[in-house]
């Protein structure tokens, strides 16, 4: 397993459109995360997953965004009608469930540009 | 909400020069990690500090934690321009226990 991988690398959409975006965790990993990060800032929480179950969406999320990781593999986030103000980077992690001392190991993220 | 603030956000330092960030909340962390991230990558761990008062070395970055386990910092001696980078905290919290990062640290170390 060569670690967390994010796909694509980099997205440039037109505002209005829909995007969809894929992570591929380290295979025994059970929880995933995705994080949305601006330059410079750390990594804002957006939803994760252990396994096929969504155990919370950040409540400052908006209806436009959604994601699934229906086999408790791999795992799309999916925002819809974009927004100029939903472009950054896209972070996937994932981890083991255990103690709090967990690693998480990240994917090198996907870049949305929103023009 | 648990929030972890992290102080200063952004450090240009000279080669050789020492520094410390730190990182504070208001809430109790059973543990807190410390993450390094370089441009056009994800975060990777550094260290995890575990016990209240534990002061955790790797070459020359020193990572306390707080008695309270309210705070950390990580001390850099003799910074080189390969620390250049944005160093995060980060902890489990919150009712689902996920995890979550500081506000960042951005560091320029200049030759």
């Known amino acids: 397993d060569t670690g967390v991988s994010q796909d694509p690398r980099h997205k440039i959409t037109k505002r209005g459109q829909n995007v969809t975006f894929r992570c591929d965790p380290i295979?025994?990993?059970?929880?995933l995360y995705w994080y949305r990060q601006t330059l410079g800032q750390g990594p804002e929480f957006l939803t994760y997953?252990?396994?096929?179950?969504?155990?919370?969406k950040s409540r400052l999320l908006s209806d436009r965004f959604s994601a699934e990781r229906p086999k408790g593999s791999f795992s799309t986030l999916e925002i819809q009608r974009t927004e100029q103000g939903d472009s950054a980077m896209y972070l996937c992690?994932?981890?083991?469930?255990?103690?709090?001392?967990?690693?998480?190991?990240f994917g090198q993220g996907t870049r949305l540009t929103v023009v | 909400t648990q929030l972890l603030e992290q102080s200063p956000q952004f450090l240009s330092i000279q080669e050789g020069e020492n520094l410390t960030v730190y990182c504070n909340s208001s809430?109790?962390?059973?543990?807190l990690q410390w993450y390094r991230q370089e441009p056009g990558e994800g975060p990777v761990l550094l260290v995890t500090?575990?016990?209240?008062?534990e002061v955790k070395k790797l070459k020359r970055l020193t990572f306390q934690f707080g008695d309270a386990r309210k705070d950390s910092s990580l001390h850099i001696t003799a910074a080189q321009p390969g620390d250049t980078g944005l160093y995060l905290c980060?902890?489990?919290?919150?009712?689902?226990?996920?995890?979550?990062f500081g506000t960042g640290t951005l560091l320029a170390v200049q030759p």
């Open positions: 992690a994932s981890s083991l469930r255990g103690s709090e001392n967990t690693e998480a190991f």
């Open positions: 295979s025994e990993h059970n929880r």
């Open positions: 997953f252990q396994n096929e179950a969504q155990l919370e």
């Open positions: 809430s109790v962390f059973s543990s």
């Open positions: 500090v575990v016990t209240g008062g």
């Open positions: 980060a902890g489990y919290g919150g009712a689902t226990n996920k995890l979550i």
